[in-house]
């Protein structure tokens, strides 16, 4: 009797065991493959959202972009002079900034994306 007790707890001991290396193997597995994160995301066919005015559509949302562009890419933040304007011709906003003690910079701005065309670098 006392035998068949223990084929019973080494049957369930194996069995307990088997369980959790299949658990454990599995998770092993997850772990090692790649992310698929932004898989189901296709940018290029999908269009978005764009507004119809364009996502630079004021004056100051295109001094907001160039400015901080500018300023990023100079290192400079004190102005002494910055203007906006509109070119209708080339349809871009051109934001130009000054500082005190170097020259300043230019950024034409696509209205209808936000996105930066050009950089232009005043020489001293």
Not at 42 to 47: A, D, H, K, L
Request: with cysteine; proline share 5%; glycine share 8%.
């Amino acid at each position: 009797m006392k035998n068949g007790r223990c084929n019973k707890v080494l049957l369930f001991s194996c069995i307990i065991e088997g369980v959790l290396l299949l658990f454990f193997s599995v998770i092993y597995l997850f772990s090692i493959m790649p992310p698929n994160v932004l898989s189901h995301l296709n940018y290029g066919e999908e269009p978005g959202f764009i507004p119809e005015d364009g996502f630079v559509a004021d004056a100051r949302t295109a001094e907001a972009v160039g400015s901080a562009v500018i300023d990023h890419v100079t290192g400079h933040s004190s102005v002494q002079k910055g203007e906006v304007y509109f070119d209708c011709e080339h349809n871009v906003w051109i934001v130009c900034r000054s500082y005190w003690f170097s020259p300043g910079a230019e950024a034409y701005i696509d209205p209808k994306t936000g996105r930066i065309l050009k950089l232009l670098f005043y020489k001293d």
